[in-house]
């Protein structure tokens, strides 16, 4: 699978045509697509689940302008990785009320590691850097909760981290406190800050294999240098992620995609659970398994242990945290032929959402099923690879998961149809 040609193309069209705000779509097109099975469009099993009844309540308190701290995390390949549909969605909750915005959080600087970043923040830097992904069998290296690493051997190279670039709103995010996550079992490299003036102290953590910068100030960019101090050429510095944080309560949303990634691959992470349990899952959505049912031989029970061993990490990370399984897209193996091994991930899904009572989001129904994806190519949804999806694709899908989200939240409180979904949409 290469989607990474496809990929920075979606990317160059989604940046160069998005503007500031967002209109919600599906009231104004379900007459223009009947391919989509949009009666399926709903969060199955929430309603007994009291994960969810829990979380549901906490997003009603952010709706009524109450402070709540809650964190959502989006995992999955390609999709994840381009933040398109996911930052629709982030930047939907963080407006739904005065208190909803939280901190950016957790981002990876893609470029580094010489793939597509997503448009919504921005890392510039110099010198050489190598990048390696989990995806990527031949790739050898120590990564973290986002499974791509980018290795520095340079004496010295500058780093300017912006919390905007092109996103719903000019200036989205602040912070306060920075954490570079990195290789701390070396100390042949030292982070020096171009204003040294704004640092009040730091803290390094070896579990969690990051060090945390605190500010005097709030910024929206920072610039620092990765020096090496003295040590012999072979030494390296490990670049595993940033977050960027602040003191705002809020809805926090962390998305974690590698191009090409699935369980078999995230579960070459060493330190992956290491800096999970740094964090405590409010909702957690697994949307992996495009990947994993790209083959010609599917192991339906290999996809299930790696499936429940994740789930069973998250709950070890917040025993109530609310799981969404996502049934991955209707695509085409090799741009030929209709993959049937969804159907079989998507019966392994369903089978563990019983056994965790947690909720199943089934995008693969409301696509239409098998061969679905067909229909979505032909209607300018898809591109050629009918893998991923056109800007407008996924603009789409956004607004169908923020639809079953807000519907299964409305029914779960007992909540009047559609007063939720029409606050966050500002009808």
């Not at 719903?168 to 990195?182: E, G, Q, S």
């Not at 953590?205 to 100030?217: Q, R, S, T, V, W």
Request: charged fraction near 25%; proline fraction near 3%; hydrophobic fraction near 35%.
């Amino acid at each position: 699978m290469k989607p990474y040609r496809i990929l920075f193309a979606l990317l160059l069209l989604w940046v160069s045509k998005s503007s500031y705000g967002q209109k919600y779509l599906l009231d104004s097109i379900k007459t223009n697509y009947n391919f989509v099975n949009w009666k399926a469009n709903e969060i199955k099993f929430a309603e007994k689940s009291p994960a969810f009844k829990a979380l549901y309540k906490r997003l009603n308190n952010v709706v009524q302008a109450k402070e709540e701290d809650i964190h959502i995390f989006h995992i999955g390949g390609s999709h994840i990785q381009a933040d398109i549909y996911s930052n629709r969605l982030r930047s939907y909750l963080q407006h739904m009320s005065p208190t909803a915005k939280g901190q950016r959080g957790f981002i990876y600087p893609y470029r580094m590691a010489k793939t597509n970043n997503p448009g919504n923040y921005k890392v510039e830097y110099d010198g050489e850097w190598k990048g390696f992904r989990c995806s990527i069998l031949k790739d050898s290296i120590a990564w973290g909760l986002s499974g791509v690493t980018a290795v520095f051997k340079d004496s010295i190279s500058h780093v300017k981290v912006d919390a905007n670039y092109v996103n719903y709103d000019k200036k989205m995010y602040n912070f306060n406190k920075l954490r570079v996550f990195y290789d701390d079992w070396s100390e042949d490299y030292q982070l020096k800050f171009t204003d040294s003036t704004l640092i009040t102290h730091s803290e390094v953590n070896k579990e969690g294999h990051y060090i945390e910068y605190a500010f005097n100030d709030t910024v929206e960019s920072v610039e620092f240098d990765i020096e090496r101090i003295g040590t012999p050429e072979e030494s390296e510095f490990l670049m595993m992620g940033l977050e960027l944080m602040n003191d705002r309560k809020g809805i926090e949303y962390t998305s974690i995609g590698v191009n090409g990634a699935s369980f078999a691959y995230y579960n070459r992470c060493k330190y992956f659970e290491d800096q999970l349990m740094l964090y405590k899952p409010d909702l957690f959505i697994v949307s992996i398994g495009t990947n994993d049912t790209y083959t010609t031989e599917f192991d339906d029970q290999e996809f299930k242990n790696y499936y429940e061993n994740l789930i069973k990490m998250i709950l070890k990370a917040n025993p109530r945290a609310a799981i969404l399984l996502t049934v991955p897209n209707d695509s085409y193996y090799k741009r030929k032929y209709p993959n049937p091994n969804t159907r079989i991930a998507r019966k392994v899904i369903y089978d563990l959402a019983h056994k965790y009572c947690m909720a199943v989001w089934d995008f693969y129904e409301i696509m239409g099923g098998f061969n679905s994806s067909k229909a979505w190519y032909e209607n300018d949804l898809m591109p050629k690879d009918r893998i991923h999806f056109t800007r407008l694709g996924y603009r789409i899908k956004a607004d169908l998961l923020l639809e079953a989200l807000t519907n299964s939240w409305e029914r779960s409180l007992g909540l009047q149809p559609r007063t939720v979904l029409k606050q966050i949409i500002n009808e």
